[in-house]
C-alpha cells in the first residue's frame, strides 16, 4: 500500500473532522482549521494519518492533532509522520518545533527532541488553548531545534 503525505485542502474538513472523531478526539478549533493540517492518504484516497502544524511565534510551531489509523499504518510510519512534520515546519520558516506527548519519551529522542523543563515552556504555548492542562499532567512539552552550521 502507497501512502503519500500531501496539504490538506478545503474540500478535506470533513473528512479530518471524521478521522479525528473517529479516533476519539474531540474537534476544537485547531482541528478544524483544515490550512494547518498534512495528511497521509492511501491508495483508496482515505486519510490514514493526519497532523496539524500551528506556528506559535515568527519562529516556532507547535505539532498538534498527530493521529494515526493504527488499522493502516504502522509504528515506523508514526517515525515517518513526525519526521516529515518537522520538515514540513521548518520548510515553512520555524526554527523550533514542539509537540505535546505521554510515554514516547524514547522515541521522540531518539529523533532529536529534547524534553521541555516547565520552566522554558514559552508563554505563548502555555496560552494554548488545551497545553495548560498538560503541564500539570503525566505529558511532557519536547522540542526539536533547527541545526545550524556556522
Known amino acids: 500500500m502507497a501512502v503519500i503525505i500531501r496539504e490538506a485542502k478545503e474540500v478535506d474538513v470533513l473528512p479530518i473532522q471524521h478521522f479525528i472523531a473517529k479516533a476519539g478526539f474531540q474537534t476544537n478549533e485547531t482541528n478544524t ?20 502544524l500551528e ?3 515568527e519562529k516556532d510551531t507547535m505539532i498538534r492533532t498527530l493521529i494515526l489509523d ?8 508514526l517515525l515517518r509522520m ?10 515553512q520558516g520555524a526554527d523550533t518545533v514542539y ?8 522515541v ?9 523543563d516547565p520552566s522554558e515552556i514559552p508563554k505563548e504555548i502555555q496560552e494554548l488553548p488545551n497545553v495548560p492542562d498538560h503541564t500539570l499532567s ?10 545550524v552550521d556556522n
Open 33 to 52: 482549521n483544515w490550512e494547518l493540517f498534512h495528511l497521509a492518504i492511501n491508495d483508496n484516497e482515505n486519510i490514514v494519518a493526519c497532523v496539524a
Open 55 to 57: 506556528p506559535i511565534t
Open 70 to 77: 493504527s488499522n493502516e499504518v504502522n509504528g515506523s510510519f
Open 82 to 91: 513526525l519526521e516529515t512534520a518537522f520538515q514540513l515546519a521548518t520548510k
Open 99 to 106: 509537540l505535546v506527548a505521554a510515554h514516547a519519551d524514547e
Open 108 to 116: 521522540l529522542l531518539s529523533l532529536g527532541f529534547q524534553k521541555v
Open 138 to 147: 503525566p505529558l511532557t512539552i519536547f522540542r526539536k531545534s533547527v541545526i
